[in-house]
């Protein structure tokens, strides 16, 4: 079959306008195992099917481009990059961008072989071109090629070939095109910069960051709130968090945040640089960072008492990233009623608000609630069981309610605040003197989905597994977990039947 397209390939080849053919090398194409192709690779002969793009011809483009699609994929990247580079260049600068996209598809097997990459490296034109790409209205031709060069970046070579050439010009030049390829740009750089402090070195000496933090810090609002994503991005990273704060960034963002009151637009940036610190206080000391800047803290309080959802989302996300961690956990329970009553509004809003925001609080609860069996100190265990009951007057009978309305994405979130306090004694006997919950805890049929199936197994897990379920629940319904847990969470009970004689 291979050989039979060869055939067609060379037939292809021959003609001048050859759809016929072309269609009939596609459906071939369909049923031809790579394997198959990869045998023949020294016979592929793949300029005539590039030449054939250079025509304006839509349909014979579209047939080029899945036959090449195909028939590249047998060649191995090394041969592609010395054998193809003319036709690969062409590619870049091709007006129609399924082109595009299938050059950049095969620039990205090329950036990810080692022999392969070195020939990319070695081409100028080609380099430029890919840069090239960032500034062209389909995202897709930009994102791929934002991917091909971040790539080509994690070596030596590729850091000299992107930051001591001519090609810096060339993607400052990009730059210039609009906001937005100014931002992809951006992106790129922080991509750069996260992977090494050296990385982040080109990146700095290139001017670029340095670019992107006075945009984060200016006097346009819609900038400020873009830009903080990006930075956010590059604070992930240890020397990324440790060039912010020797540059003063982190302390600029904190007197943004302070100065927001008097700013009638800090709507659009406030989500973002909140985020930011919710971010840095989970990654390095979530004391440490609350204690340097209080107005994070102030300011995600005051963000829940917010008219605006958006506002609340946020607020209630970055709660739920504070109290991931023991030492999250104990600066919250610092501020003692405050916080009491902060999470009796999230109680509220898990009844009332909008689906989106009921299941963004109901996740925030699971993150404060956990504790691993070795952090379950009695301060600790107290701490979980006050603040569950702050929520509500009856908290365990609100998220069956919430786990009983027909969303699976609200069933499976309230199920996940069950299995967030079900290996804690407190919750335990909560559960068992509840009416009916144990029951509804093994019934099988409540769940019709399988996210909503594997939730209801990962609680009775959490139950099954812990050390004093057997005590409190009792030895009968330890049993019963147990039996559940092995059975599996898709376990369907057999229906037995009985013969009727002289039924059809």
Known sequence: MAAQALALLREVSRLEAPLEELRALQSLLQSVPLSELREQAAELRLGPLFSLLNENHREQTTLCVSILERLLQALEPVHVARNLRVDLQRGLTHPNDSVKILTLSQVGRIVENSDAVTEILNNAELLKQIVYCIGGENLSVAKTAIKSLSRISLTQ???????????????????????????RVYELIVEISSVSPESLNYCTTSGLVTQLLRELTGEDVLVRATCIEMVTSLAYTHHGRQYLAQEGVIDQISNIIVGADADPFSSFYLPGFVKFFGNLAIMDSPQQICERYPIFVEKVFEMTESQDPTMIGI????????????????????????????????????????????????????????????????????????????????????????????????HCAALKVFTAIANQPWAQKLMFNSPGFVEYVMDRSVEHDKASKDAKYELVKALANSKTIAEIFGNPNYLRLRTYLSEGPYYVKPISTTAVEGAE
């Open 157 to 183: 070579a590729g850091l000299e070939a992107l930051f001591e050439s001519n090609l810096l010009d060339d993607l400052k030049s990009v730059m210039k095109t609009n906001d937005v390829v100014r931002y």
């Open 315 to 410: 607020a209630v996300d970055t709660i739920g990233i504070l109290g991931s961690n023991v030492e999250g956990k104990q600066v919250l329970q610092k501020t003692g009623t405050r916080f009491e009553r902060l999470l009796m509004r999230i109680g509220y809003q898990a009844k009332n608000a909008s689906t989106e925001l009921k299941i963004r609080c109901l996740d925030a609860l699971s993150s404060l609630f956990y504790l691993l069996p070795e952090q379950q100190t009695d301060d600790l265990l107290r701490m979980t069981e006050s603040w569950f009951s702050s929520l509500s007057r009856d908290p365990l009978e609100l998220f069956r309610g919430i786990s009983n309305q027909p969303f699976p994405e609200l």
